[in-house]
């Protein structure tokens, strides 16, 4: 079977130059591709080079991710559209808007957030977006800005259920979290009930968003500070969990995220 993580940050300095055997735990467990999201103008020449490296594996995503739009520099909009253009297969991530994390600040996240998603509209190219509660905010956006024709990801969706109709609207794929089988999510599990099968997507989000002890039989931890990470081969544990969910084949699940997955980033399934 062939899984197909929406999204991750392989490129992220806890993973201490693993990479490579990263990328081979997740391959020898049935892993295709991944997009791997660079989220500051520092992480972006990496997530370049990972592209480079395992081709046909890595989908490059390149975004200024809102916990960094305080740090941008100013030529940063020049550097993402140089990126884009020169690099083969790249799409636009992760953006969005950050209204949870303490310390945080607002002012900005809106006009570089939809700054970046005319860049991928521009491009027809999927838009990887992050949201913590700001949804009432995000959906207006949306509605009032251009929006990729091809769609575009709503990654770990949190928001209200009710809002998973009106954002399939505007063209929103949803991506699932190994994080969400924790017990407590089951609000967030509940949403997940009203995607559409054809709007689906599965990610791990790693190195964050651990999964449930249970769950987790690829530990792995930061060397430097001993904290537990998510390893990326973890995804086919999270495609089971979503099967099991959805009652269906898991089968018949991987098919239709191949799909979806293929559709959204601008890939061809592979042989
Ligand atoms: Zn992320």
Redesign the pocket.
């Known amino acids: 079977m062939r899984f197909h993580d929406a ?1 991750n ?1 392989l490129q992220d300095e806890r993973f201490a130059g693993r990479q490579g055997e990263l990328v081979a735990a997740s391959r020898a467990l049935g892993v295709a591709r991944m997009v791997v ?1 660079g989220s500051c103008e520092a992480d972006w020449p990496q997530v370049g080079a990972l592209a480079r490296e395992f081709t046909n594996f890595v989908v490059p995503s390149f975004g200024l991710h809102p916990w960094h739009v305080g740090g941008r520099t100013p030529h940063w909009r020049e550097a993402l559209v140089e990126l884009l253009d020169a690099t083969p297969g790249a799409v636009v991530g ?1 953006i969005g808007l950050d209204r949870w994390k303490p310390g945080l600040a607002y002012a900005g996240q809106e006009e570089v957030f939809v700054g970046q998603l005319r860049l991928a509209t521009e491009r027809n190219v999927a838009a990887s977006i ?1 949201c913590l509660q700001a949804w009432g905010r995000l959906l207006e956006l949306l509605q009032t800005n251009p929006r990729p024709a091809r769609g575009f990801l709503l ?1 770990s969706y949190g928001g209200p259920a009710e809002m998973v109709v009106p954002l399939v609207k505007l063209g929103a794929h949803f991506s699932f979290p190994g994080y969400f089988m924790h017990e407590r999510k089951a609000r967030q599990r509940e949403a997940f009930k009203l995607v559409p099968a054809e709007r689906l997507l599965i990610e791990t ?1 790693a190195p964050d968003q651990l999964l449930p002890d249970r769950a987790n039989a690829l530990p792995l931890g930061d060397a430097s500070t001993g904290k537990s990470l998510n390893h990326p081969a973890n995804l086919p544990a999270v495609y089971q969990f979503m099967a099991e969910l959805r009652g269906e084949p898991l089968a018949t699940l991987v098919a239709q995220i191949e799909g979806n997955f293929c559709q959204l980033f601008g890939v061809a399934p592979r042989d």
């Open positions: 999204h940050h999201n992760e992050h990654h989000d």
